[in-house]
Structures are given as structure tokens and as C-alpha cells.
């Protein structure tokens, strides 16, 4: 309790929803970092951060920077509270189990993909920031 009058703050109030998110988070921009914010303000949060191979196997290319440096990253804000490798597509519903996630959160370039978690948990999926891709983002590199 942070108050006299019983109201509790919103860190105690929010501390026992339990929120999980995926992704690569690769070249970390501001469109991984106001996703993850948004998925915050909803309860504590742990991500998933894609394995190398795995993004291998989504995007066709590996990551600009390893999964040990992409993870180190992402558990550095201030907004997630844990992180763990997400080795496989197949295992999100054990990793949802393992953490008993209450929410999990998608951008919506994921829309409908994982409504089949919703007998589990609350799927939420959050409008993506627009005009801001690491894809994007490489070409723009590499065209300098
Ligand atoms: N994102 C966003 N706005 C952007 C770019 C990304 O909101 N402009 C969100 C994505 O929707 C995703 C998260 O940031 O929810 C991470 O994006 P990626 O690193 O591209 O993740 P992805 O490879 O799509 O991995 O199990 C699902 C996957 O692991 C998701």
C-alpha cells in the first residue's frame, strides 16, 4: 500500500496480472519499444525473444545482432520485468502455461494468428507503430 486512504499504487495494482509478448527485436526501435510499453502498462511483463534460428525460420535472414545481444537488450528497459528464449513457434502455448500468462500481447501484423490461445489466456493484439521496420531500417543503411 503506497497511501493512508488504501489505494494502491498502480506497480501493486497491476503486480499480480501477468502479461507475455514474442518477438525478435532486432536493430531495437521505437516500434518494439512502444509495443512493449503498451503491453507494460497492462501487468508485468516477460518476453519472448526470438532465438537466431528461429527468426531464421520467419523471416529468411538472421538477425543483424545475436540473441544474446537482442535479449540483453530487451531486459534492460525499464518495462520488462523477465525475459526467454523462444525457440519455437510450436511452444508458445508452453511458454504461456510455464509463465501462467494472463495476457498475451501481439502487434497486430500478427492479427487472428493466435486467437487459438484464447481458451488460455486474454489475446490482445496492439496496433503496430507505423512507417518504423528493422527491415526497413537495413535498406535504409545500407543505401547511405
Ligand atoms: N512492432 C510494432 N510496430 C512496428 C514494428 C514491430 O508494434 N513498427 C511489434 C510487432 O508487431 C511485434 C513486436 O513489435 O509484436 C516485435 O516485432 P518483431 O521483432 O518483428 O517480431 P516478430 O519477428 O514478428 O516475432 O512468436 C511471434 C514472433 O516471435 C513475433
Redesign the pocket.
Known sequence: MDSINGLLGKSEQLSFIKVI??????VFHV??L??LERAAAMGNLIV?V?SDD??FQ??GRYPVYNQNDRMRIVAALSCVEGVFL?QS?EL?GDYIRNYAADILV?????KGKFDNFSNTCKVVY?P???S???TKIIEIVKSI
Open positions: 509478448t514474442f518477438g525478435t527485436f532486432d516500434g518494439h512502444n509495443i519472448g526470438s528461429l527468426s520467419k523471416k523462444e513457434l508458445k501481439m502487434g497486430d501484423d500478427w496492439l503496430r507503430t507505423p518504423i521496420s528493422t
